[in-house]
């Protein structure tokens, strides 16, 4: 190329897509809590595309090996990625999620938190998690030859077991319709920043 053009990404939403190592004992302590777990609907006005969740909200106080390799996870991303070293992050709460066949969560947000996670175990083949920019910074629908990161304003990842999703919370996303057996399974997170933030009559101090 004779002119070559230099790419800027500026203020991107970053997603982070991990495996987490577990020993097969550890596998089957996530399902023991699972199947021990009593879960309510989330959408009880919505009886054909309901998905359940745990009435725990902090199921991974129940899973503190798990708990300890995720956020062992999100920090090295938060430090290493988007070099977050002197801010520190707490875990304010967690939910196993279930979805049976044909059955789906439509776009929404994690509202009040910072980060969202969400890892993935015991499916029987691989979910899918979309997210979607509704804001895509302009009003014209120019179409594209080949769709891309940098071009296309919804991108949809293809989870396995034992995998882990980092995203920023207030990204809109959906859980597509499961159309395997049996049901799908994940365990979502929300994290908060937590010390002194801003200065004067905006500072804040969260513990």
């Given at each position: 190329?004779?002119?070559?053009?230099?790419?800027?990404?500026?203020?991107p939403k970053v997603v982070a897509h991990a495996k987490v190592n577990l020993t097969e004992?550890?596998?089957?302590?996530?399902e023991r809590v699972y199947n021990e777990t009593k879960f309510c609907s989330t959408?009880?006005?919505?009886?054909?595309?309901?998905?359940?969740?745990?009435?725990?909200?902090?199921?991974?106080d129940e899973l503190p090996i798990l708990k300890e390799k995720c956020l062992s996870i999100f920090n090295n991303f938060k430090n290493s990625i988007m070099r977050q070293e002197?801010?520190?992050?707490?875990?304010?709460?967690?939910?196993?999620t279930k979805t049976r066949p044909g059955q789906n969560n439509g776009f929404h947000k994690h509202g009040n938190q910072d980060y969202s996670m969400v890892f993935y175990f015991k499916n029987p083949k691989k979910?899918?998690?979309?997210?979607?920019?509704?804001n895509p910074g302009h009003n014209r629908e120019i179409t594209s030859t080949?769709?891309?990161?940098l071009n296309r304003g919804d991108w949809t990842f293809d989870m396995g077991n034992n995998e882990l999703i980092i995203f920023p919370s207030e990204v809109y996303?959906?859980?597509?319709?499961?159309?395997?057996?049996?049901?799908?399974?994940?365990?979502?997170?929300?994290?908060?920043?937590?010390?002194?933030?801003?200065?004067?009559?905006?500072?804040?101090?969260?513990?």
């Amino acid at each position: 190329m004779d002119n070559p053009i230099d790419i800027h990404l500026l203020f991107p939403k970053v997603v982070a897509h991990a495996k987490v190592n577990l020993t097969e004992n550890q596998e089957l302590d996530i399902e023991r809590v699972y199947n021990e777990t009593k879960f309510c609907s989330t959408r009880p006005f919505d009886k054909e595309n309901v998905v359940e969740m745990s009435e725990s909200l902090h199921i991974m106080d129940e899973l503190p090996i798990l708990k300890e390799k995720c956020l062992s996870i999100f920090n090295n991303f938060k430090n290493s990625i988007m070099r977050q070293e002197s801010t520190q992050f707490k875990m304010t709460t967690s939910w196993f999620t279930k979805t049976r066949p044909g059955q789906n969560n439509g776009f929404h947000k994690h509202g009040n938190q910072d980060y969202s996670m969400v890892f993935y175990f015991k499916n029987p083949k691989k979910v899918q998690i979309t997210f979607e920019d509704f804001n895509p910074g302009h009003n014209r629908e120019i179409t594209s030859t080949e769709l891309n990161q940098l071009n296309r304003g919804d991108w949809t990842f293809d989870m396995g077991n034992n995998e882990l999703i980092i995203f920023p919370s207030e990204v809109y996303h959906k859980i597509q319709p499961f159309d395997g057996e049996g049901v799908r399974k994940s365990i979502a997170m929300n994290l908060t920043a937590t010390g002194e933030f801003g200065f004067g009559d905006s500072k804040i101090n969260v513990r």
